[in-house]
């Protein structure tokens, strides 16, 4: 991020709910700062948020743009674990690992680490989860302090490594096993021949090239 795109950054409340627009507060304050975006398209910053950014750009504030939603209470989500199939989904969207859970197990959220970015409400689907307000009526910035910004960017952050870490060792697993076949083709090709042999050859050499081409393209963990 250029200096500008980072001031704004820091001024965002971290929620990572994508209202803005963009998939997260980093894209958001980089578009701002490339005149991309306007100053008012973040519901979680409210009032405050708009002041904030228009201080760093040194712009007139505007009312909160509606299309992207309204200044609110703060809610976290709550797991009816009666009605939980433990189908994942609310755990890929979670942008801070705020659900514990496992395939056909129970879900839970963990509070404390909860945004209240309400992603995981659309995916169930069983309607199992809802949203319960937590700071009464307090919105904006009234309702989340810097310190949960900075720990919600934390768990971002740390998120996106393990994503990256993840991609990365599925890609290796694809390798080895492209190279496996690779290396013992007539057991692997079930003993075809000729131009069989090589068309089959070649869908394994594609599917190596193509692991290492998205493991090389995987960010640094």
């Known amino acids: 991020m250029n200096p500008l795109a980072a001031r704004l950054h820091a001024a965002l409340p971290q929620t ?8 997260d507060c980093e894209s958001y ?3 701002m700062a490339a005149g991309e975006a306007q100053l008012n398209q973040c519901p979680p910053g409210g009032a405050e948020g708009v002041v904030r950014l228009a201080a760093i750009l040194q712009r007139p ?3 909160l743009d509606a299309a992207h939603g309204i200044e609110a ?3 976290v989500a709550v797991i009816d674990e009666n009605w939980c199939i433990g189908c994942t989904l609310c755990l890929k969207v979670c942008p801070t690992d705020a659900i514990l859970g496992a395939n056909k197990r129970m879900h839970t959220v963990i509070e404390p680490a909860c945004t209240g970015c309400e992603l995981c409400v659309p995916v169930c689907p069983v309607d199992c989860i809802s949203l319960d307000n937590v ?25 996106q490594l393990r994503l990256a870490r993840e991609e990365t060792e599925q890609q290796q697993r694809l390798e080895r096993k492209a190279e496996a076949k690779l290396a013992d083709l007539p057991a692997h090709t079930h003993g075809a021949k000729g131009a069989e042999a090589e068309r089959k050859r070649a869908i394994i050499e594609a599917a190596l090239a193509r692991a290492r081409a998205r493991r090389a ?5």
């Not at 990572?16 to 998939?23: A, E």
């Not at 009464?136 to 900075?150: E, H, K, L, N, V």
Request: proline share 9%; hydrophobic share 25%.
């Open 61 to 63: 504030t505007l009312p």
């Open 135 to 159: 700071s009464g009526d307090r919105t904006g910035w009234q309702a989340w302090s810097q310190a949960q910004a900075d720990e919600a960017l934390a768990r971002y952050r740390r998120r």
């Open 73 to 75: 209470p703060r809610t």
């Open 16 to 23: 990572q709910c994508t209202r803005c627009g963009y998939p």
């Open 217 to 221: 393209g995987s960010p640094s963990t």
């Open 29 to 31: 304050a980089t578009a």
